[in-house]
């Protein structure tokens, strides 16, 4: 079994291994190296963490109206917010954003199934 720290290293390289898939996949997603992908995949940790919750909650009506589809909406923001502060890591648009997020999201559960 292996410890906490161990597991959240492991997500975190995962993530970044992601970033990297997807910026190769997603014409507009450019991360420029190893060290931007794994800043940036610690920025998307924290995003996720702290500010998505967060968020979450203050639009839940919108996100009960649409189903659940403005989740969607939700990942590319910070996906692209996360773009904005990291250097060697930049997306295009928003839509290039939303593709990305996806991808990410796609990409980072197939790592996970074989890294178990």
């Known amino acids: ?4 720290m161990t597991h959240i290293f ?6 970044a291994f ?3 898939v997807v910026s190769q996949l997603i014409p507009g997603v450019t991360v420029t190296g190893l060290v931007p992908a ?15 919750p967060i968020l979450f909650v203050l639009t839940l009506p919108i996100n009960i109206l649409t189903l659940g589809l403005f989740s969607f909406i939700l990942n590319a923001g910070l ?3 996360a ?4 250097d060697g890591f930049s997306v295009t648009g928003f839509m290039t ?14 790592a996970r199934w074989f890294v178990g």
């Open 38 to 52: 794994l800043v940036a995949a610690a920025a998307l940790g924290f995003l996720n963490i702290l500010v998505r």
């Open 10 to 15: 492991i997500h975190w390289c995962v993530g």
């Open 79 to 81: 996906f692209w917010l």
């Open 97 to 110: 954003a939303l593709f990305g997020s996806v991808a990410t999201t796609i990409v980072t559960t197939i």
């Open 83 to 86: 773009a904005s502060w990291i």
């Open 18 to 20: 992601a970033l990297l």
């Open 1 to 4: 079994m292996i410890d906490a």
